[in-house]
């Protein structure tokens, strides 16, 4: 009998199924007590999440702490961008901003925000910016 040698689980291995969606755009609502929103893009992409009433308290709490954390990190984001790259037309540096926030390395960090808690719901700050990862 030989025995196999255990392979380890690189990080971010196993997500396969799970998709980024870049948003430009967020609508939040409530109803019936639970918290909706409605992210996309101009280019008609949308998602649609709901959250329950339980989960809430923790949410905005932890909403709260990852807008105050993001908020600092923007504006240092967007002064090196703004320095750094040469912007031509009045469209120029949303575009900039967009270009440079795609090349982050994203599915890094929210491979790292799954191996931490796998079946949850977790907000996750980079680059200035906010992440929702749902199970």
């Not at 719901?121 to 992440?131: C, F, P, R, S």
Request: charged share 20%; aromatic share 6%.
């Amino acid at each position: 009998m030989t025995k196999r040698k255990k392979t380890r689980r690189q990080p971010g291995a196993g997500f396969t199924g799970w998709r980024t969606v870049v948003v430009d755009m967020l609508e939040i609502g409530s109803t019936h007590g639970s918290l909706t929103m409605r992210a996309g893009r101009d280019d008609g992409q949308v998602v649609c999440i709901v959250l329950p009433a339980p989960v809430l308290p923790s949410f905005v709490e932890s909403l709260e702490h990852a807008r105050l954390d993001a908020e600092e990190e923007y504006w240092r984001v967007i002064q090196h961008i703004t320095t750094s790259t040469p912007v031509t037309g009045p469209g120029g540096v949303p575009q900039a901003v967009e270009k440079w926030l795609l090349a982050q390395n994203w599915s890094m960090v929210v491979a790292a925000a799954a191996e931490e808690a796998p079946d949850s719901l977790a907000l996750i700050t980079h680059v200035g910016h906010i992440g929702l990862r749902l199970a």
